[in-house]
């Protein structure tokens, strides 16, 4: 019976191993969101991140939507170099409805945090997140992540040119 369990565990052994190793098994899947970018560029002028490592950074998902009663919406997702995911929302919405939407109900300003180009407001969100909040008259930048990982949420904003 031990023989023929070890001649199971060898194989599978093998293959997680190739998987793992030759294949990059464990690495985030990244997309290219250009095409997404391009169209979200056609509603209003959008934020692109400059000097973040291809190797650390993935981008994840892109979507964008055009909501009704007017205004757009374009979401980036990434893979921090932590692992954890972040999101990048970015809108034309009214900041006094994409805040609540995005942050959570009962989400407070908790701080600020200052880049070269912006002061962004830090906020406590939903349970377990930290967003930082740019608003200017046409659009509103979201950036959201988890509680523990506020150095990778500070890198992404202070890539945004």
Do not use: C
Not at 16 to 26: A, K, S
Not at 94 to 117: C, M
Request: aromatic share 6%; glycine share 10%; proline share 6%.
């Amino acid at each position: 019976m031990m023989m023929s369990l070890l001649v199971l565990l060898v194989p599978i052994a093998l293959f997680l191993t190739f998987y793992r190793v030759v294949l990059d098994g464990d690495k985030p899947i990244s997309i290219d969101p250009a095409e997404t970018i391009q169209t979200a560029q056609r509603e209003f002028p959008v934020a692109q991140p400059q000097g973040l490592g291809e190797d650390d950074w993935h981008v994840s998902s892109a979507a964008f939507r055009r909501v009704d009663g007017g205004g757009a919406t374009l979401r980036i997702g990434y893979v921090g170099p932590a692992g954890k995911a972040l999101q990048l929302v970015q809108s034309t919405v009214a900041s006094t409805t994409l805040i609540p939407a995005e942050v959570g109900g009962s989400g407070k300003r908790i701080g600020a945090y200052r880049t070269d180009e912006r002061v962004w407001m830090q906020y406590a969100g939903r349970p377990g997140e930290t967003a930082l909040i740019f608003t200017e008259p046409a659009r509103t930048i979201v950036i959201i992540g988890d509680d523990g990982d506020t150095e990778n949420l500070e890198k992404l904003a202070s890539s945004l040119s």
